[in-house]
Structures are given as C-alpha cells and as structure tokens.
C-alpha cells in the first residue's frame, strides 16, 4: 500500500514545522503529537541517549507525561528502552517496527512490557535510533495500543522519508542553541564590565549597547541618541567620533593597520568621559550581509568602587574596605583621615594592612591592583 496524497500533504507540513521549530524553540511543544498524527498513531517521544546513561526527554505526547511521584521510575525504564537497545543492534537511521525488534512472547514477557508499556497502553512501534551531537543517541518513538494494530508497510515509508528531516532539524536546533549560548555568554560579559560597550556601524547607529552603556546613556547629557544613532556634543567631538570610526571599519574590511584610539568626552564639573574604538570584524556568513561594526567602550572615572568585591577577594574588614575604596578614588590619606573621623596614623596603619593583604608594597601598586580587581558591574 502506497502514501496517498492525504498522507504525503500532511508529511509535507509537518516537515515544514520541524525546521521551523527548530529556529524558533517556542514552536517545539506539540511537535511529538503533530509526529502522531500523522503517522496515525497514539503517542509519540523524540529523546537523547547520552554516553553517560542520561536521558534527555526533548519531546512527548501528553499522554506519555507520567506524574512527578512516578519521575525517578520513569527515567529509569527510559534507560532500559528495551526497543532503544535492539535497535541500536540493528543499525543506525534505520525504520523499524516492534516486529523487528522482538516476538510478541517475548515482548510480553519483558519488564519492559510488564511495568512500562503496559501503563502506557503500549503495544506496537515505529522507529528508529540516530546519530545526535556530542555522541548521544537520538530515539524516535511512534506508538500504538493493540487494539490499534500493527503499522503497514506505507507507513514505515512515510516514518523514512521523515527521519531525515527530523535529523537535521534537531542538528540544525543544537547548532543554533550553541550560537546563542556563546552569543549570550558574550554579552553578559559585556555587561558584567564596568565600562558601557556599544557596537555601532559606520554612520555610529547604535546595533548593541550594553546595560552599563544604556545606563550612561541616560545619565550623562553629552551623550544622545538621536535617531537609534550615538551623538557627542559638542559637534566638535562628534566628528571626531565618526572619524574614528570610520578608521576601524577600514581595519575590520583589511584596508588598514589599527592603532589605538580614544577621545575625551567633557562634563560640566565632572572628570571626563573616556571612549575608546575599536574594530570589530564581521564572522562570516554567506546568508546574510555581515558589515562591519565598531566596538566602542565607554569609561566613566567616577565609576562607584565595588567595595564588596574588594572585601572578598583580599580579606578586608569593612574598615580597611572603607579606606581602599577612598584610596581607589584617588582620596589622599590626609583627606581620608578627615572623612573617617580618624587620625592620619590610624589611616596609615589600615594602609599598611591593605599592603599585605594585597601582596604590594607600595601605595600607587596597592591603588592599581584594586582599581583593576574592582572593574565590575557592581549592579550585577
């Protein structure tokens, strides 16, 4: 018995809704009952078997969903998949049924059958076993009760001509999921940086900002934004923005050696604002158009001093965290003694504990460590 046209329509769509899903993750859910359906099935499950005999359940019918109580009996039968392990034996990415796999007298025999299936209302199947990403096993499950019957020829042929598919889409998922785990991890250390990163294109649009550069944004009137694009004032500054910019494109197309630049943005009765450039080369893609782009860091000198940060790594009391903090921010220890409340000796005497708790011997060196150690997002 061939596919008819009926069965070949919805193999198409649902084809079209495994890549799909695998784009947009959202659209997963569902997918095993979609699998059953047209496959004129009950329940469905597409799973990982991983080297370590963990199991990673990435999608079933509701109906195979057991309650938390039953979890850890559930997990375990899941690594006993009597049918997983026969049809490892008998090739990869290959179509199989239960009669392939073993007798019925022997399958009603099984504990397989007698504890698990059985309280599924499982009876017959229609698979396969594959190849999946980092040494796992990917298991396609199609099931049906006995009263349903066994599955016929055409259908095991509409289960080959999906395998493939199903495949590459779960590679294609994976693939994807890892981008985006390396995208995100990139930018919360952006994030997780003291100074504000924007990635910016030639006209300086604004394509990224970091959560620190948004806040910069907002707080400080000599930087705008003014149609999605990055603005110093005076207009002065602001060419010589666009300027260096345009520089670090040239780098990141090849066209020219980079040597560092930066430039000096003025506050009203504040220290200033330092930006440095950068270019930031495209990857390359061949689907889309991957330009160029300019990574700018900006720096603000009154940045607060992570004083917890400090405490943690060299062991300080709140007392000596105080008084490094102030140091830090360039307080001298006169003008420290003052603050505090404290006589200069006593400053010096939580000096000369700071010097051993950090491993320098000097003032400026004890300054510099903390100042570097200290460069974090303390919102974060």
């Keep these: 018995m061939q596919p008819t046209d009926f069965d070949e329509a919805r193999l198409s769509r649902l084809i079209g809704h495994l890549y799909d899903a695998a784009l947009d993750e959202t659209l997963w859910p569902g997918t095993a009952t979609r699998i059953a359906q047209v496959l004129g099935s009950e329940s469905a499950v597409v799973k990982l078997h991983h080297d370590d005999a963990r199991v990673s359940l990435l999608e079933c019918t509701d109906n195979l969903v057991v309650s938390e109580r039953q979890r850890a009996w559930a997990d375990e039968w899941h690594r006993r998949d009597l049918w997983v392990e026969r049809s490892v034996a008998c090739g990869m990415s290959r179509v199989i049924t239960d009669e392939d796999l073993v007798t019925p007298e022997e399958q009603e025999r099984s504990g397989f059958y007698q504890e698990w299936l059985r309280h599924l209302a499982i009876h017959h199947l229609l698979g396969a076993v594959f190849p999946a ?148 080369r495209p990857s390359a893609n061949r689907f889309g158009d991957e330009r160029p782009c300019a990574l700018l860091f900006v720096l603000d000198p009154e940045t607060p001093v992570a004083v917890e940060r400090l405490r943690e790594l060299f062991g300080l009391t709140p007392t000596e965290g105080a008084v490094a903090t102030a140091l830090v921010r360039g307080g001298s220890l006169e003008d420290i003694a003052v603050q505090m409340g404290v006589g200069l000796a006593t400053v010096r005497t939580h000096l000369k504990r700071i010097l051993s708790k950090t491993g320098t011997h000097r003032q400026a060196q004890a300054v510099a460590l903390m100042a570097r150690s200290s460069a974090s997002n303390p919102d974060t």
């Design 133 to 280: 990403a980092e040494g796992a096993v990917g298991v396609l499950g199609i099931h049906r009760s006995r009263r349903a019957g066994a599955y016929t020829r055409a259908e095991r042929r509409l289960a080959s001509a999906l395998l493939p598919h199903l495949q590459r889409a779960l590679r294609l998922g994976q693939r994807l999921a890892a981008a985006s785990r390396s995208n995100a991890a990139a930018l919360e250390a952006l994030d997780r940086l003291d100074a504000g990163a924007l990635v910016v294109d030639g006209s300086c649009r604004i394509v990224r900002a970091s959560a620190v550069a948004e806040r910069m944004l907002r707080e400080n009137t000599e930087l705008g934004v003014v149609g999605g694009c990055l603005v110093l004032r005076p207009a002065a500054l602001q060419n010589r923005l666009l300027s260096l910019v345009d520089a670090a494109l040239s780098t990141a197309r090849g066209r020219a050696s980079w040597s560092a630049a930066a430039l000096s943005v003025p506050r009203t009765h504040r220290l200033p604002l330092a930006i440095e450039v950068s270019p930031l």
